[in-house]
């Protein structure tokens, strides 16, 4: 069972100034705890959070409103002292108050490495259906899926299979602990994004709200008539002239694999 702390404080939100009500967002730290500082964490996380706390270092929490909670969570990836603190869904300027505080925690009472990563949630209502091979390709095009070092040996690029990466070895590597795609589907206006993390990933606060800016522009971009978008036309055409100069099987491949991160039908 997990630890509940109910709530102490309100967190204001004022998104809808920026962004329209239907966005929602979310985050996950991944990072090591310096001995001895748990309860340090649990009592800053109670300064700052504007939900209810759950505390488990077992297990992922089971309560049906987690995704409602500000979570601190062993993380079976890390190991030993490794944890994840994941936020409540939440607007966009909550998430940019959530992103500053934690990272200030984990400086003080933690530590993160080439192991541990920082994860973004980014989604509208479920009526809304979104083009992900366009968010993807438009993101290549940013830089935003290589931006933070080489990332394969825990996040796949999903660009990297028309480079190096036959089908067998993507699904090799990605079925290893610790190993997932970079950028996954997860609704029909749900993308999870993997691509920030390393050493000392917590301290660039201001790179990471550059690129979240620019993976929201690009998102609501992908939630909109991508035929009247001049920009991706031009990405698009000159992805296609990738394809017709690749051999058939390697096109193919990539086929298939856009399709092992793509869920939705």
């Known amino acids: 069972m997990s630890k509940r ?4 404080k309100v967190v204001p939100s004022k998104s809808n100034i920026i962004y329209p009500d239907n966005f929602r967002f979310g985050c996950e730290f991944e990072f090591y705890i310096n001995g001895g ?7 800053e996380l109670q300064r700052v959070s504007g ?3 759950l505390i488990n270092l077992d297990e992922i929490p089971k309560e049906t409103d987690r995704h409602h909670c500000l979570c601190l969570k062993y993380d079976s990836s890390l190991g030993g002292s490794g944890v994840e603190i994941s936020i409540p869904i939440c607007s966009y300027d909550t998430l ?11 400086d003080e009472y933690g530590s993160t490495n080439e192991d541990t990563g920082f994860h973004i949630h980014i989604s ?19 830089n935003l899926l290589n931006n933070w070092g080489d990332r394969n040996q825990y996040s796949l690029n999903p660009m990297e299979i028309l480079n190096f990466l036959n089908e067998k070895d993507a699904r090799e590597l990605k079925d290893q602990k610790g190993r997932v795609w970079s950028i996954e589907r997860r ?41 009247k978008n001049d920009n991706y036309r031009v990405v698009l055409q ?15 491949r990539f086929q298939n694999f856009i399709a092992t991160i793509n869920p939705i039908r």
């Open 5 to 8: 702390i109910k709530k102490k």
């Open 37 to 43: 500082n748990y309860e340090n964490i649990i009592e």
């Open 51 to 53: 939900s209810d706390i």
């Open 238 to 252: 000159k992805h296609l002239k990738v394809l017709n100069t690749t051999s058939q099987e390697k096109t193919k």
């Open 96 to 106: 940019c108050y959530y992103i500053g505080h934690i990272s200030y925690i984990i």
């Open 124 to 142: 509208v209502n479920e009526e809304i259906d979104m083009d992900f091979y366009a968010f993807i390709l438009l993101c290549h095009e940013k």
């Open 187 to 227: 609704g029909k206006a749900h993308v999870e994004i993997r691509t920030i993390g390393g050493l000392f990933y917590h301290t660039q606060i201001e790179k990471i709200y550059q690129e979240l800016d620019t993976f929201i522009k690009i998102f609501k971009q992908s939630i909109s008539d991508m035929k």
